[in-house]
Nanobody
Framework: QVQLVESGGGWVQAGGSLRLSCAAS????????MGWFREAPGKHREFVAA???????????YYANSVKGRVTIYRDNVKNIVDLQMARLKLKDTTIYYC??????????????????WGSGTQVAISS
């Protein structure tokens, strides 16, 4: 059983920065894939970033094209957290952000359907 709790969401002006955090428990973090997704009302859940665990033969990071250059994912297997540093935020970044985890994602690290465990989300609001 994996439990995920997001934090760090809030309000920020367009062009600003925000750092989201996800705390994982119930499973050694190094053995699971961690990802960040976002879902706005009326829209499907979209991939943001992910970080593979070392158990899969090597660590790799993945970013959606919409956030490349503005987002960095940080993973700390000692503290069992995965952070999402966001910069140069845009109005379209306004949504609920979810932390996700899975044992292996079946090779679909960038797809929400491949993740079994989810946090309840943290809301990010960008204003002009």
């Amino acid at each position: 059983q994996v439990q995920l709790v997001e934090s760090g969401g809030g309000w920020v002006q367009a062009g600003g920065s925000l750092r989201l955090s996800c705390a994982a428990s119930g499973r050694p973090m190094s053995s699971i894939v961690m990802g960040w997704f976002r879902e706005a009302p009326g829209k499907h859940r979209e991939f943001v970033a992910a970080h593979n665990g070392v158990a899969y033969g090597g660590e790799s990071t993945y970013y959606a094209n919409s956030v490349k250059g503005r987002v960095t994912i940080y993973r700390d297997n000692v503290k069992n957290i995965v952070d999402l540093q966001m910069a140069r935020l845009k109005l379209k970044d306004t949504t609920i952000y979810y932390c996700a985890a899975d044992d292996d994602c079946s090779g679909k690290t960038q797809h929400h359907a491949a993740y079994e465990y989810w946090g309840s989300g943290t809301q990010v609001a960008i204003s002009s």
